[in-house]
């Protein structure tokens, strides 16, 4: 089965341009021209991917994902004139997976495009449930969901991949560099504070206290790593 991606541009010639190509790859793409349209067609149909400008009518980016954030851990990749890291980095914090600033070759994204839902594995085979905790935090390998205290919380794919690793081996310390390349794969252009970002956006959800983490620990000057009491 093709995958369905929805594409949310107001520019007509660039969206047609990105349709295109996505059409080529094999993929199914519906286009949204402003904000308000991408919500009606987001609550209404289902997708595997959303490319998303943060320049939008009606409805700005900003306000697209953080509501498809409330409803959806779908993969977005932010598109946008803004340059600066800080913007970067906002758009992770709003739950972003992957950033492309314009103008961008549309070769360039199909490769982000093919990167990420790489990563997005439908059909697990064997059960993989790892806990910790005395069972407070549960993270399920099959069907990508977490629970602290048997509530359900909502990570973003990047942040489900980011868990899976440091959780993969307990109180090892692991770089930002070695989490970007085993979560991501070597492929994926990202800059270490976009890896702080997630994990302080993951801390916001599994951390009682975000502020003084029990699951996630900095280690300053290196990178980061489990508790040592689970």
């Keep these: ?3 369905k991606i929805l594409l949310i541009e107001d520019e007509k010639g660039i969206s047609s341009i ?6 080529k790859e094999g993929y199914e793409v519906s286009q949204a021209y402003d904000g308000g349209e991408a919500l009606k067609y987001f609550t209404t ?6 490319i998303l400008d943060r320049m939008l009518p009606l409805i700005s980016g900003e306000e697209v994902l953080k509501t498809i954030r409330q409803l959806s851990d779908i993969p977005v990749i932010l598109v946008t004139a803004k340059v600066e890291e800080i913007d970067k980095i906002e758009g992770f914090q709003l739950g972003a997976d992957d950033y492309v600033t314009k103008p961008f070759s549309p070769k ?4 982000r495009v093919r ?4 990563r997005i594995r439908k059909d697990p085979v064997n059960t993989n449930i790892l806990s910790f905790d005395n069972g407070r935090l549960i993270i399920n390998l099959d069907n990508y969901t977490c629970k602290v205290n048997g509530n359900e919380v ?3 794919n990047n942040e489900f991949s980011i ?5 993969s081996k307990p109180g090892k310390i692991f770089t930002r560099e070695e989490i970007i390349s085993i979560a991501f794969g070597d492929e994926y ?3 270490d504070r976009a890896i702080d970002t997630h994990i302080k956006n993951i801390r916001q959800k599994i951390e009682e206290s975000p502020r003084d983490p029990k699951y996630i620990k900095t280690v300053y000057g290196v990178g980061y790593k489990t508790g040592e009491s689970l």
Excluded at 115 to 118: E, P, V, Y
């Design 115 to 118: 990167a990420i839902l790489r």
């Design 163 to 167: 868990l899976q690793v440091l959780f």
């Design 108 to 111: 360039e994204l199909m490769e």
């Design 189 to 191: 252009d990202a800059f």
């Design 18 to 23: 990105i349709s295109s190509y996505l059409q």
């Design 154 to 156: 909502t990570l973003t």
């Design 1 to 3: 089965m093709n995958r």
């Design 45 to 50: 149909h289902d997708f595997d991917l959303v």
